[in-house]
């Protein structure tokens, strides 16, 4: 519930108070609920934005914002002689997948055209147009021919079987094109719409640039309408992970719309309403679709709603409408599912995702109509949802990493965690703020992990930011803020590259060392193939250099070299590891070790020499780190003390910090104190009474998505496999949230690990794609750990 906002009312004159009454109708904000925001607005889209500096592949510019981020992926298209550098990382992961970078490219600039006003007044114009830029120079140099489009850089399952940073991979990452003769009319038509969107935001400011955009908009359009098919069909490594469920039509619908706003020609706006029917429709029905919502695959929802808006016709308000009743109040008894807590939960990947699109859609329908309780309706939907995300719910949590109350920290992205081992659990703690990524979300009753490891609840992802940057916009317009200043705040790193060491053997006349060169960069990772360090010792009186003799049990560099002079009877052996590769991506690539014997043919005495100070000096203990072994790089010295010197401090890494203009200050809501969560003991009941409620998402042709919740209403139960049969020859093609086997017409699913405890009272969620031959009757006879459940 929200307090209606009091407002000063003139009572000089009966005509003044008409006028006033007139403005506030059609000004923003047109309704009124609240004497304060909840939430600082201005806070949460400036970080919203800055998601996407950190999610930038490529050389990266000078002013570049995020100071663990360096250049990747320099290398991209050089498999087909094109440079397809730049653009977006997908998510967690570094594939650049063509389909949802060209989506959350319009839904950033759709935002950017309904609520300009808002970026300019929080000072963050100038970073959302740099990162929209970022994602359409990519797209430009992608279009390579009139008819040739570059619509993926990395294979999914290569570069998924591996956790580490952006800046050091070193899998290979292939090409992936459509073209005349193997098209992808969703990919193009989808990046059309992206561009002539984008050329929208930039005319003010570039206009030359707006016109290139357009011109390649206008072209790969022509591609998508006059060359059909489903990308996913050409580009197939981009099945398994974006496939294009719901066709291309809506595409070419989206796209036609898009270039008729952006260049005013009539022709588009008469295709975009020629082929909007065949846009898909519920089931077994005429109806155009309204129980799923607008997101990187389905464009029809953000179709009704600007052809609404651009015609005013009866047909797109109706059907915009029916969705976002559904959405809202409910349409036809039927209502999206809602969690105790308020959010509108569609599905479990990437829940906040989809109320997010649905809400900045629900802004723009609501800002446009006239019609008082729809507008009232659709506006309050969006806040609703919005607050919910930024703590407003059950948990009193922020779902915004670097936001709010008690925020996601470990979100599921790999750069941000670090690690330098190739582990998703190592270290545990994320080393980088990912600020502003918008996590998966909760699941439908409120409940909410924040796990590295449950890419379901806590992925990142680029298009799940979209819509909800243009909703922050919007809320930042009507109820104000102030974006944070300096931001982002300058961070002193850990020793990244450090040589660790200890007393391997030793006698009257020698000393063995144990060295291991340890690369764990993270600000940025970097490669080390230039590396060296350097053994301090004193020659003994009588002893001369010719006297000691150096050599290498066990070497992974180089044949180490000297003694060498430093200063007096101070000496140092040099172990070069130069074109040894080095780097924070496994076990056996972020150290080497090197087992160095310095010996005389005199005497020897340990006491004196500075190298062996600090070191693990009992033989065969495990070696510290010894910062009297310098390191070097190219042959600058990055850690440790040489004789004589200070002991070195790490230096604060201070990225461009941004300040914005000074706005009203906005209450934010204080610190809530969190229950301590009681978990039942889970046990493994010898019966477990059960419900399952299997539904079907989506269907076309002979395809389908279904979702399967199960209930506990047992005990506890610590591991479960459920299984159940079909009647009608479906297969299960893939799934996820657990491990699915087939046999005959009998299905069973196993937990995932993760999702393996439910409480009495518990839900455990999977989902899967299937097949069928026509008919596509729900599952039967389902059984949890073979004792048979009720089903719904």
């Not at 961070?491 to 660790?500: A, G, I, K, R």
């Not at 200070?646 to 604060?652: A, D, F, K, L, Q």
């Not at 300040?659 to 477990?688: E, F, G, K, N, Q």
């Amino acid at each position: 519930m929200f307090h209606m906002r009091s407002r000063m009312l003139v009572r000089s004159s009966f005509l003044l108070l008409l006028i006033l009454l007139i403005a506030s109708f059609f000004a923003l904000p047109t309704v009124g609920t609240r004497a304060a925001p909840d939430y600082n607005y201005g806070e949460a889209l400036q970080k919203s934005i800055y998601f996407y500096d950190a999610q930038r592949s490529g050389a990266l510019p000078a002013d570049n914002r995020v100071a663990w981020r360096g250049d990747s992926a320099l290398n991209d298209g050089a498999d087909v002689d094109e440079d397809l550098t730049g653009g977006w990382y997908d998510a967690g992961d570094h594939v650049k997948f063509g389909f949802p970078m060209a989506a959350t490219t319009t839904m950033l600039a759709w935002g950017m055209v309904e609520y300009r006003d808002a970026y300019e007044d929080t000072g963050q114009l100038e970073y959302a147009l740099d990162n929209l830029k970022w994602a359409t120079d990519y797209f430009l140099q992608a279009h390579t021919a009139p008819n040739e489009f570059y619509g993926q850089v990395g294979k999914g399952s290569v570069d998924h079987a591996w956790w580490g940073p952006a800046e050091v991979m070193q899998m290979e990452r292939p090409s992936y094109k459509i073209t005349a003769s193997c098209p992808g009319s969703d990919l193009t038509g989808e990046t059309a719409a992206a561009l002539a969107a984008a050329s929208m935001v930039f005319e003010p400011t570039n206009p030359d640039y707006a016109s290139t955009l357009l011109t390649h908009a206008e072209q790969l359009y022509d591609f998508a309408d006059s060359y059909r098919g489903k990308y996913s069909d050409c580009i197939t490594d981009a099945t398994a992970f974006y496939n294009s469920w719901s066709g291309y039509n809506d595409e070419l619908v989206w796209g036609a719309i898009w270039l008729h706003k952006a260049t005013g020609d009539a022709a588009y706006l008469a295709k975009a309403e020629e082929y909007y029917d065949d846009l898909n429709t519920e089931p077994q029905s005429p109806v155009k679709s309204y129980r799923w919502t607008h997101a990187w695959d389905d464009k029809s929802y953000g179709s009704y709603v600007l052809l609404a808006t651009l015609t005013d016709k009866d047909q797109y308000k109706e059907d915009a409408e029916r969705w976002l009743n559904y959405w809202t109040d409910g349409y036809n008894g039927e209502r999206i599912t809602y969690t105790p807590g308020g959010l509108a939960w569609l599905d479990q990947w990437g829940a906040l995702r989809y109320a997010a699109n649905t809400s900045f859609i629900a802004f723009v329908y609501s800002d446009w109509l006239t019609d008082a309780t729809k507008k009232a309706r659709y506006r309050d939907f969006a806040v609703s949802q919005i607050d919910y995300m930024l703590g407003s719910n059950p948990d009193n949590r922020s779902y915004v990493v670097g936001f709010g109350n008690n925020p996601p920290t470990k979100p599921h992205h790999r750069t941000s965690h670090g690690s330098w081992t190739d582990s998703i659990n190592n270290p545990e703690e994320q080393r980088h703020t990912l600020y502003g990524a918008l996590v998966g979300g909760p699941g439908r009753n409120d409940a909410y992990t924040d796990k590295r490891d449950d890419f379901v609840q806590n992925e990142v992802a680029t298009d799940y930011n979209a819509g909800f940057t243009g909703a922050l916009a919007r809320m930042y317009q009507e109820f104000g803020g102030t974006p944070v200043s300096n931001f982002p705040p300058s961070v002193t790193p850990d020793d990244e590259m450090f040589v660790q060491a200890g007393v391997n053997a030793s006698g009257t006349n020698f000393t063995e060392i144990k060295a291991i060169i340890n690369n764990r960069s993270g600000w940025p990772a970097r490669m080390g193939d230039e590396l060296s360090f350097r053994y301090f010792f004193t020659l003994e009186p009588g002893v001369t250099p010719d006297m000691i003799t150096v050599s290498a049990a066990y070497n992974q560099c180089e044949e180490p070299t000297g003694p060498t002079q430093w200063s007096g009877n101070t000496y140092y052996v040099t172990v070069d590891c130069t074109g040894t590769k080095i780097f924070p991506g496994g076990q056996s690539d972020y150290k080497k070790e090197v087992q160095v014997r310095i010996a005389s043919s005199g005497d020897w005495n340990t006491a004196n020499d500075w190298s062996y100070e600090g070191m693990a000096t009992t033989p065969g203990a495990p070696p510290v780190k010894a910062t009297n072994i310098p390191l070097y790089d190219a042959g600058n010295k990055i850690f440790g003390n040489e004789p004589g010197d200070n002991p070195v401090t790490p230096i604060p890494v201070t990225p461009t910090a941004t300040t914005p203009p000074d706005t009203t200050p906005t209450p934010v809501t204080p610190t809530a104190t969190m229950p301590t969560p009681i978990t039942p003991t889970a046990t493994t009941p010898p019966d477990a009474e059960c419900s399952v409620d299997y539904v079907v998402r989506d269907e076309w042709n002979t395809g389908f998505v279904a979702n399967v919740t199960i209930t506990n209403n047992g005990p506890a139960i610590d591991g479960w496999t459920l299984t159940w049969d079909f009647s009608d020859g479906q297969q299960v093609t893939s799934g996820w949230n657990g491990t699915i086997t087939q046999s005959g017409m009998t299905v069973s699913v196993t937990d995932a690990g993760w999702n393996g405890a439910i409480p009495n009272g518990g839900t455990a969620e999977f989902g899967f794609q299937g097949t069928h031959g026509g008919t596509n009757g729900d599952g039967t006879d389902f059984a949890l750990n073979g004792v048979a459940c009720s089903s719904s």
